[in-house]
């Protein structure tokens, strides 16, 4: 039975109630999402250093109402269930006093994917097969589970000093069943959206692999397969629908032409063209290059 089985099985929680201040001492801010806080914080009743993470009220009510009644299972939920070596571990989640819904989780001493890559990190270097595979780990276990991640971008993959991938950030996830696949949910990160996403058409896991195509192309080459969009305006977003990806060789010439043709299928626009699992992703990588 699927994760989100189980939660439709599952009787309604009362979720506990916290006063942030009283409960811990915010440290200091390590990040902000499009609808959350992120705070380095000492959990004062468990004695440890934690992540926590306190969702904007109204952005998170207006996002849940996309799925109403369709009994879809909060942020905090998803997180405390799933359990795997590449994905951040959640520790607790509940309300504030002020309303909000919080979430506890471990602290991740790393770097995010996306400043490695933008500071030209001699991390990288050698690691991106071992990185990526990562990720298509924690993807595949995800669709296994039965969700979607429906966000997976380089500012959502952590990255420890040797090496460990951690994914974060599961507020747009959804279960991966018909009634959450619908035309019309056109949420994510801009650049990493795939095609049949931007034109509104019926989705499958295969938008994950899309995302993670990308990805991989900008760990790889550092920078994107199409002009960067700077909103998710239809018109920002057309090239994806309508051009191919850049070829890698025109931004790294000395790229050999296995990993190339590995990176272009992975961001294919056709989703039958690209990897169709992340399994599938995750060998066809390991047979490339050290890199």
Known sequence: MGLFSWFQSKPKENLPKIDVRKRFELLNRTGQGSM???WRARDLKLGRVVCLKILDKEKTEKFELRFKGLNKPKEGAICMALRHKN???????????EGEPYLVMELIEGM?????????SPQLEGHRILILSQIADALEYMHKQGFLHRDICPRNVMVTKDNVVKL?????????RPEFLKPGN??????????????????????????LGV???????G??????ATSASLQTLLSHMNSPGKDPREVCPKMDKRTAEFLLKAIERDPNKRFQTAAEFREALQQLPKA
């Open 36 to 38: 959350s806080k992120v």
């Open 215 to 221: 990805t991989a192309y900008e760990t790889y080459t």
């Open 168 to 176: 974060i950030d599961f507020g747009l996830t959804i279960p991966y």
């Open 87 to 97: 994905i951040v571990q959640t520790f607790e989640y509940g309300i504030t006093t």
């Open 112 to 120: 995010g994917l996306n400043f490695l890559i933008e500071t030209k």
């Open 223 to 228: 920078a994107l397969p199409w002009e960067k």
């Open 186 to 211: 056109r949420t994510g990160t801009p650049n990493y959206l795939a095609p049949e996403v931007i034109r509104r058409t019926t989705t499958d896991h295969r938008v994950d692999l899309f995302a």
